[in-house]
């Protein structure tokens, strides 16, 4: 597979590069406080600063382009000075006589060709780049989900326990009543006081573990946006409406959509050709080698006529027998490695092509959920006003199971919202597009 089948990683590879410079440039700005109330385009952004994740990530591109600088420098010149100092004896001199003989010199060497095994070497570290930039993105729009599921977390978990205390606070007030009357005129048995108290004490059991799991859920969005500690008082309802006016896709065009586009696809796809860049590197190892040698001395004595004081050579290198068996074995290695990376690359095929089959059945489930959530919130909504209506006329009236009915039912119109925005994130991170959030203004 030729280099020039990999410039979609180009723009990654750009990307890849910037981060660096953008982590220094964010730097200070990480030192300030998270904004209040924090906005979800607010923590997506944070999150593009520097995270333990993420600079693992990071580090691996890095250490891949170290490789191929390594590579590419086999090339290069090698320049080094050479110093003897040195005492001779003749061998034409009969006695031991130690004369300086010390001398100096300026050597440059330079490998012209090896035949095309760099080439190949070079290949393979290239593509060695753009697969770990390829999972460099992977690991990236996952973290920017991981950011959205912690920050819709937040939100839940804070409509959650206003559900949770607007219910406690009917079953308390049904308690004490009961208990009152009980007490003032045996209105109530005991039995029916401490079933009523059996039931306020779950909700308020219930209402404290959901108060709880507001800071367990406010410390987790702190740790994915690289702020541990840092625990968000407020945050604001996002608008969603970007992912709310999407058709959801047929599946075949979809999947076919998504194979030619995803990351975990390209990361190993560039894999497979780096394996076939290896089996070819393996293939030329007893390759000649041709280089060039450029020598410059002075030397202390320099009567004697082989002594050059500047020197070219060119040097051809054609092993014959040596290392016959390594080569077979090396060959071996690399073509059994490139069937193992062909093996995965179509795995991965497979569970992307489940992965898109879910995410569009959990779609459409979404959609009809979205329906029924919307209807239930409109039926309390007139549950309440009625309700509301008659407690105003002095009517025996449930307004407090009217108000908590409501909450509930905003309560579930919201995680629907949020499960259909994570549902089209991923879809967009499975075709390799940007966050929509962050490019709708």
């Known amino acids: 597979?030729?280099?020039?089948?990999?410039?979609?990683?180009?723009?990654?590879?750009?990307?890849?590069l910037l981060w660096p410079l953008l982590v220094s440039s964010q730097s200070d700005s990480a030192k300030l406080p998270l904004p209040e109330p924090l906005t979800l385009t607010d923590a997506l952004r944070l999150g593009a600063t520097a995270h333990p994740e993420l600079m693992m990530a990071e580090s691996e591109v890095n250490a891949a382009k170290i490789n191929l600088g390594k590579v590419d420098s086999s090339y290069g010149f090698d320049a080094f000075v050479e110093l003897q100092p040195r005492l001779s004896s003749r061998a034409a001199l009969d006695h031991v006589d130690f004369e300086d003989d010390s001398r100096y010199g300026l050597v440059v060497k330079k490998r012209l060709t090896d035949f095309g095994r760099t080439e190949s070497r070079k290949e393979a570290a290239r593509l060695d780049v753009a697969a770990t930039e390829a999972r460099?993105?992977?690991?990236?729009?996952?973290?920017m989900l991981d950011i959205m599921h912690s920050f819709f977390a937040v939100i839940l978990s804070d409509h959650a326990y206003r559900a949770l205390n607007e219910r406690l606070a009917i079953d308390y007030f049904r308690y004490s009543r009961m208990a009152e009357r009980r007490d003032r005129f045996e209105q109530y048995s005991d039995l029916e006081v401490a079933e009523q108290e059996a039931a306020y004490r779950k909700v308020y059991?219930?209402?404290?573990?959901?108060?709880?799991?507001?800071?367990?859920?406010?410390?987790?969005?702190?740790?994915?946006?690289?702020?541990?500690?840092?625990?968000?008082?407020?945050?604001?309802?996002?608008?969603?409406?970007?992912?709310?006016?999407?058709?959801?896709?047929?599946?075949?065009?979809?999947?076919?959509?998504?194979?030619?586009?995803?990351?975990?696809?390209?990361?190993?796809?560039?894999?497979?050709?780096?394996?076939?860049?290896?089996?070819?590197?393996?293939?030329?190892?007893?390759?000649?080698?041709?280089?060039?040698?450029?020598?410059?001395?002075?030397?202390?004595?320099?009567?004697?006529?082989?002594?050059?004081?500047?020197?070219?050579?060119?040097?051809?290198?054609?092993?014959?027998?040596?290392?016959?068996?390594?080569?077979?074995?090396?060959?071996a290695l690399a073509e059994n490695t490139l069937v193992q990376k062909q093996a995965e690359l179509l795995a991965a095929e497979y569970v992307v092509r489940e992965d898109v089959m879910t995410l569009i059945s959990n779609l459409l489930v979404n959609q009809a959920a979205a329906v029924a959530a919307e209807a239930d919130e409109a039926y309390r909504g007139y549950y309440q006003d009625r309700s509301r209506a008659m407690y105003e006329m002095e009517m025996r009236s449930d307004l407090g199971d009217a108000q908590a009915g409501a909450a509930e039912a905003l309560l579930e119109v919201t995680r629907v919202d949020f499960e259909q925005a994570l549902l089209w994130a991923e879809m967009d991170a499975l075709l390799a597009r940007p966050i929509a959030l962050l490019e709708k203004k």
């Not at 460099?136 to 973290?143: K, Q, T």
Request: charged residues 30%; hydrophobic residues 40%.
């Open 136 to 143: 460099f993105v992977i690991r990236r729009d996952r973290h």
């Open 205 to 331: 059991v219930a209402r404290q573990r959901a108060d709880l799991e507001r800071r367990q859920r406010r410390h987790a969005l702190a740790l994915r946006l690289g702020r541990p500690g840092e625990l968000s008082s407020e945050l604001l309802m996002p608008d969603l409406s970007v992912y709310q006016a999407r058709e959801i896709p047929e599946y075949n065009d979809a999947v076919e959509q998504i194979i030619s586009n995803s990351p975990i696809l390209n990361a190993h796809r560039a894999s497979v050709a780096s394996a076939q860049a290896k089996v070819a590197v393996s293939e030329k190892l007893n390759s000649p080698v041709l280089s060039a040698d450029f020598e410059a001395r002075e030397y202390h004595d320099s009567s004697f006529s082989n002594r050059d004081r500047y020197r070219f050579n060119l040097k051809f290198i054609m092993p014959l027998f040596n290392g016959t068996q390594t080569r077979d074995s090396e060959v």
């Open 1 to 16: 597979m030729k280099l020039a089948d990999w410039k979609l990683f180009r723009p990654i590879g750009i990307a890849a």
